[in-house]
């Protein structure tokens, strides 16, 4: 049972134009949710986070939006450069319990 | 240097053979945890452990076993190795913070060790 679901399994975009990755999740306990990225070779690097207590949280580029009662978010990434060419994993978890549940992840494809 | 390390790199070998896989990290974090990268289904949760004495199951923990030799180390373990435990693996240690908006679980993870079971 997939908790957390990242339906599109890559994505291209034009370089400056605006990346969107989405992430649905199915259990309505989790109240914490991280994005993590991945380039080849290398571990999953901590990139945004929200809590369920706000609906968006923006750190430079990139910009993370929380629909709870869709379950639903999205990590907006405006402008897109070639540099954020990776896998792009959705995480979630509960308050209190420190496992996290991750997405099967996104690839995405920054073309120049 | 890296904060989270993982040994080996790379690992080949054959069924039937037992294989350990290495974490150390300099981060001071108390807990630290095991997942497995297999394509199409993300990171999956082995072991984890919140501290030396605190070992807990993840949800694939069938196969595996883990050794908290101390704060700083966490060790996965394959008893007798099968294919289908062909996959990536990556430690990684976190340290909750309790923030306004609320408890910041961040996990930083090793480089990963890729295994490979003939």
């Known amino acids: 049972d997939q908790q957390v679901k990242q339906n599109s399994p890559s994505l291209s975009v034009q370089e400056g134009r605006i990346s969107i990755l989405n992430c649905d999740y199915t259990n309505s306990m989790f109240d914490y949710f991280l994005w993590y990225k991945k380039y080849p070779a290398e571990g999953p690097t901590f990139l945004i986070s929200i809590s369920s207590i706000k609906d968006k949280n923006e750190d430079g580029r990139f910009t993370v939006f929380l629909n709870k009662s869709a379950k639903h978010l999205s990590l907006h990434i405006v402008p897109s450069q070639p540099g954020d060419s990776a896998v792009y994993f959705c995480a979630a978890s509960v308050f209190g319990n420190e496992k996290l549940t991750f997405g099967t992840g996104t690839r995405l494809t920054i073309i120049p | 240097d890296a904060d989270v390390t993982q040994t080996p790199r790379n690992r080949i070998t054959k069924t039937g053979k037992r294989i350990m896989l290495e974490c150390s990290q300099t981060k001071g974090h108390d807990r630290m945890y095991w997942y497995r990268q297999d394509p199409g289904l993300g990171l999956r949760l082995i072991y984890y452990?919140?501290?030396?004495?605190?070992?807990n199951k993840g949800e694939i923990s069938d196969g595996y076993s883990v050794s908290r030799q101390a704060q700083a180390k966490f060790s996965l373990s394959l008893e007798s190795a099968i294919p289908n435990q062909t996959a990536l693996y990556f430690c990684a240690t976190s340290d909750s913070t309790l923030t306004s908006g609320g408890l910041r679980n961040e996990q930083f993870f090793g480089p990963g060790t890729r295994l490979t079971v003939l």
């Open positions: 452990s919140f501290d030396v004495k605190d070992i």
